[in-house]
Protein backbone atom coordinates (compact mmCIF):
# COMPACT_ATOMS: atom_id res chain seq x y z
CA UNK A 1 0.00 0.00 0.00
CA UNK A 2 0.96 3.63 -0.91
CA UNK A 3 2.30 5.64 2.19
CA UNK A 4 1.03 8.63 3.28
CA UNK A 5 3.15 11.97 3.69
CA UNK A 6 1.78 14.72 4.94
CA UNK A 7 4.34 17.97 4.22
CA UNK A 8 4.65 21.00 6.07
CA UNK A 9 7.05 23.60 4.68
CA UNK A 10 8.63 26.14 7.32
CA UNK A 11 9.52 30.06 7.15
CA UNK A 12 10.07 31.97 10.43
CA UNK A 13 8.32 29.11 12.22
CA UNK A 14 5.32 29.37 10.53
CA UNK A 15 3.76 26.57 8.05
CA UNK A 16 3.36 28.04 4.38
CA UNK A 17 3.44 26.26 0.58
CA UNK A 18 5.46 27.86 -2.40
CA UNK A 19 4.09 27.08 -6.05
CA UNK A 20 6.92 26.21 -8.10
CA UNK A 21 9.14 26.55 -5.15
CA UNK A 22 8.98 30.50 -5.68
CA UNK A 23 9.20 32.26 -2.46
CA UNK A 24 7.48 35.44 -3.97
CA UNK A 25 4.36 32.74 -4.39
CA UNK A 26 4.50 32.24 -0.75
CA UNK A 27 1.07 31.75 1.22
CA UNK A 28 0.65 31.30 4.95
CA UNK A 29 -1.46 28.47 6.05
CA UNK A 30 -1.20 28.09 9.79
CA UNK A 31 1.28 29.98 12.62
CA UNK A 32 1.56 26.60 14.65
CA UNK A 33 2.89 23.70 12.79
CA UNK A 34 2.99 21.62 15.77
CA UNK A 35 -0.86 21.88 15.75
CA UNK A 36 -0.92 21.07 12.22
CA UNK A 37 1.65 17.86 12.79
CA UNK A 38 -0.60 16.82 15.52
CA UNK A 39 -3.41 17.05 13.24
CA UNK A 40 -2.12 14.99 10.87
CA UNK A 41 -1.13 11.96 13.89
CA UNK A 42 -4.75 12.36 14.97
CA UNK A 43 -6.04 11.55 11.42
CA UNK A 44 -3.52 8.04 11.45
CA UNK A 45 -1.00 9.17 9.60
CA UNK A 46 2.82 7.91 10.93
CA UNK A 47 4.65 10.31 8.69
CA UNK A 48 5.83 13.69 7.71
CA UNK A 49 7.95 15.34 5.50
CA UNK A 50 9.23 18.70 6.78
CA UNK A 51 10.94 21.29 4.90
CA UNK A 52 13.35 23.98 6.45
CA UNK A 53 12.90 26.97 3.24
CA UNK A 54 14.61 29.15 5.63
CA UNK A 55 17.41 26.37 5.90
CA UNK A 56 17.67 25.72 2.24
CA UNK A 57 18.34 29.42 1.29
CA UNK A 58 20.87 29.84 4.07
CA UNK A 59 22.30 26.46 3.48
CA UNK A 60 22.07 25.62 6.63
CA UNK A 61 19.30 24.31 8.92
CA UNK A 62 17.09 27.22 10.86
CA UNK A 63 13.76 25.94 12.69
CA UNK A 64 15.60 23.26 14.08
CA UNK A 65 13.21 24.53 17.54
CA UNK A 66 10.16 23.12 15.21
CA UNK A 67 11.81 19.82 14.54
CA UNK A 68 11.99 19.53 17.94
CA UNK A 69 8.97 20.95 19.15
CA UNK A 70 6.64 18.04 16.94
CA UNK A 71 9.70 15.65 17.59
CA UNK A 72 8.78 15.95 21.14
CA UNK A 73 5.27 16.67 21.12
CA UNK A 74 4.38 13.58 18.24
CA UNK A 75 4.83 9.98 17.47
CA UNK A 76 5.34 11.18 13.70
CA UNK A 77 8.43 9.62 11.63
CA UNK A 78 10.03 12.58 10.50
CA UNK A 79 11.99 13.36 7.50
CA UNK A 80 13.75 16.55 7.43
CA UNK A 81 15.24 18.61 4.73
CA UNK A 82 16.43 22.28 3.60
CA UNK A 83 20.04 23.34 4.44
CA UNK A 84 22.02 20.40 5.49
CA UNK A 85 25.20 21.00 3.99
CA UNK A 86 27.53 19.42 6.64
CA UNK A 87 28.38 17.01 8.99
CA UNK A 88 27.60 18.83 11.78
CA UNK A 89 24.34 19.83 10.15
CA UNK A 90 22.94 16.26 10.09
CA UNK A 91 23.99 15.56 13.41
CA UNK A 92 22.04 18.62 14.54
CA UNK A 93 19.43 17.72 12.70
CA UNK A 94 19.65 14.18 14.07
CA UNK A 95 19.95 15.15 17.20
CA UNK A 96 16.68 17.30 17.32
CA UNK A 97 14.66 14.34 16.87
CA UNK A 98 14.34 13.66 12.96
CA UNK A 99 14.27 9.70 12.17
CA UNK A 100 15.65 10.36 8.07
CA UNK A 101 17.31 13.83 6.25
CA UNK A 102 16.41 14.30 2.92
CA UNK A 103 19.98 15.42 0.96
CA UNK A 104 18.95 17.31 -2.24
CA UNK A 105 21.30 19.75 -3.62
CA UNK A 106 23.73 18.64 -1.48
CA UNK A 107 23.78 15.05 -3.65
CA UNK A 108 24.22 16.88 -6.86
CA UNK A 109 27.25 19.09 -5.59
CA UNK A 110 28.82 16.90 -3.03
CA UNK A 111 28.02 13.74 -4.05
CA UNK A 112 31.26 12.25 -2.01
CA UNK A 113 29.49 13.63 1.62
CA UNK A 114 26.51 12.33 0.84
CA UNK A 115 27.63 9.02 -0.41
CA UNK A 116 30.16 9.12 2.95
CA UNK A 117 26.74 9.98 4.83
CA UNK A 118 25.39 6.40 3.41
CA UNK A 119 27.94 4.59 4.67
CA UNK A 120 27.91 6.58 8.80
CA UNK A 121 24.41 6.17 8.76
CA UNK A 122 23.02 3.96 6.63
CA UNK A 123 20.45 3.90 3.49
CA UNK A 124 17.49 3.98 5.99
CA UNK A 125 18.00 7.61 7.27
CA UNK A 126 19.36 8.85 4.04
CA UNK A 127 16.63 9.60 1.48
CA UNK A 128 18.13 11.58 -1.35
CA UNK A 129 16.05 13.86 -3.08
CA UNK A 130 15.69 13.86 -6.77
CA UNK A 131 14.09 17.14 -7.87
CA UNK A 132 13.72 17.77 -11.58
CA UNK A 133 11.72 19.83 -13.96
CA UNK A 134 11.95 18.38 -17.60
CA UNK A 135 13.32 15.58 -16.07
CA UNK A 136 16.36 17.66 -15.14
CA UNK A 137 18.04 17.92 -11.78
CA UNK A 138 16.88 21.33 -9.85
CA UNK A 139 19.22 22.85 -7.14
CA UNK A 140 19.70 25.54 -4.52
CA UNK A 141 15.88 25.81 -3.17
CA UNK A 142 15.16 24.88 -7.27
CA UNK A 143 16.45 28.12 -7.97
CA UNK A 144 19.31 26.91 -10.56
CA UNK A 145 18.72 24.15 -12.98
CA UNK A 146 21.66 21.42 -13.29
CA UNK A 147 22.94 19.45 -16.35
CA UNK A 148 22.28 16.15 -14.57
CA UNK A 149 19.05 13.83 -15.66
CA UNK A 150 16.88 12.34 -13.62
CA UNK A 151 17.96 9.07 -14.51
CA UNK A 152 21.60 9.21 -14.50
CA UNK A 153 21.09 10.96 -10.89
CA UNK A 154 19.36 8.05 -9.20
CA UNK A 155 21.42 5.34 -10.91
CA UNK A 156 24.50 7.00 -9.45
CA UNK A 157 22.98 7.11 -6.55
CA UNK A 158 21.54 3.83 -6.50
CA UNK A 159 25.14 2.46 -7.16
CA UNK A 160 26.08 4.07 -4.09
CA UNK A 161 23.90 2.01 -1.94
CA UNK A 162 20.61 4.75 -1.88
CA UNK A 163 17.21 2.99 -1.52
CA UNK A 164 14.40 5.58 -1.14
CA UNK A 165 14.08 8.37 -3.60
CA UNK A 166 11.84 11.71 -2.75
CA UNK A 167 11.45 12.77 -6.25
CA UNK A 168 9.73 16.27 -6.70
CA UNK A 169 8.60 17.83 -10.23
CA UNK A 170 9.27 21.08 -9.73
CA UNK A 171 7.16 22.43 -12.39
CA UNK A 172 3.77 20.57 -10.52
CA UNK A 173 4.78 21.91 -6.95
CA UNK A 174 2.01 23.36 -5.22
CA UNK A 175 -0.42 23.84 -8.98
CA UNK A 176 -2.46 21.38 -8.08
CA UNK A 177 -2.36 19.52 -11.33
CA UNK A 178 -1.78 16.54 -11.06
CA UNK A 179 1.32 14.95 -10.39
CA UNK A 180 3.77 13.53 -13.01
CA UNK A 181 2.57 9.55 -12.63
CA UNK A 182 3.71 8.77 -16.00
CA UNK A 183 7.51 10.18 -14.85
CA UNK A 184 7.04 7.99 -11.72
CA UNK A 185 5.95 4.79 -13.45
CA UNK A 186 9.03 4.75 -15.59
CA UNK A 187 11.74 5.58 -12.74
CA UNK A 188 9.72 2.21 -10.48
CA UNK A 189 9.96 -0.04 -13.72
CA UNK A 190 13.80 0.53 -14.83
CA UNK A 191 14.66 0.68 -10.83
CA UNK A 192 13.49 -2.35 -9.06
CA UNK A 193 13.60 -2.54 -5.71
CA UNK A 194 13.73 1.00 -4.82
CA UNK A 195 11.17 2.99 -3.09
CA UNK A 196 10.41 6.35 -4.48
CA UNK A 197 8.02 8.72 -3.18
CA UNK A 198 6.45 10.74 -5.49
CA UNK A 199 6.10 14.68 -5.04
CA UNK A 200 4.45 17.69 -6.17
CA UNK A 201 0.99 18.20 -7.89
CA UNK A 202 -0.95 15.51 -6.23
CA UNK A 203 -4.60 16.93 -5.78
CA UNK A 204 -7.15 14.13 -5.30
CA UNK A 205 -7.51 10.55 -3.97
CA UNK A 206 -7.90 9.78 -7.82
CA UNK A 207 -4.01 11.02 -8.27
CA UNK A 208 -2.84 8.72 -4.89
CA UNK A 209 -4.97 5.72 -6.61
CA UNK A 210 -3.25 6.16 -9.63
CA UNK A 211 0.22 6.50 -7.88
CA UNK A 212 -0.27 3.17 -5.84
CA UNK A 213 -0.95 1.47 -9.27
CA UNK A 214 1.80 2.89 -10.92
CA UNK A 215 4.08 1.48 -8.09
CA UNK A 216 5.20 4.26 -6.00
CA UNK A 217 6.01 3.20 -2.04
CA UNK A 218 4.79 6.56 -0.97
CA UNK A 219 3.16 10.03 -1.89
CA UNK A 220 3.81 13.41 -0.19
CA UNK A 221 1.18 15.62 0.29
CA UNK A 222 0.95 19.38 1.00
CA UNK A 223 -1.17 22.36 -0.98
CA UNK A 224 -3.95 19.79 -1.81
CA UNK A 225 -4.52 19.27 2.16
CA UNK A 226 -3.71 22.63 2.91
CA UNK A 227 -6.54 23.88 -0.20
CA UNK A 228 -8.75 20.87 0.98
CA UNK A 229 -8.51 19.21 -2.40
CA UNK A 230 -8.31 16.00 -0.51
CA UNK A 231 -9.55 16.05 3.64
CA UNK A 232 -7.88 14.29 5.66
CA UNK A 233 -10.32 11.95 6.45
CA UNK A 234 -10.33 10.57 2.74
CA UNK A 235 -7.27 9.53 3.67
CA UNK A 236 -8.69 6.51 6.14
CA UNK A 237 -8.24 3.52 3.48
CA UNK A 238 -4.45 4.26 2.82
CA UNK A 239 -3.82 4.24 6.92
CA UNK A 240 -2.01 0.78 8.11
Keep these: M ?88 IQEVFNAGASQITAGSIAVREAAKVQDWLTTYGAEKIIIGADFRDNFISINAWAEQSTVSLQDFIGQYIASGATTFICTDVSKDGKLQGPATAIYSELVKTNPGTAFIASGGVTTIKDLDELEAAGVSGAIIGKAIYEGTIALADLNRFVC
Excluded: M, W
Aim: hydrophobic share 40%; glycine share 8%; net charge negative.
Design 2 to 89: IQIIPAIDIINGQCVRLTEGDFNQQKTYANNPVEVAKQFEAAGLTRLHLVDLDGARAKQPKNLAVLEAIANQTNLKIDFGGGIQSDSA
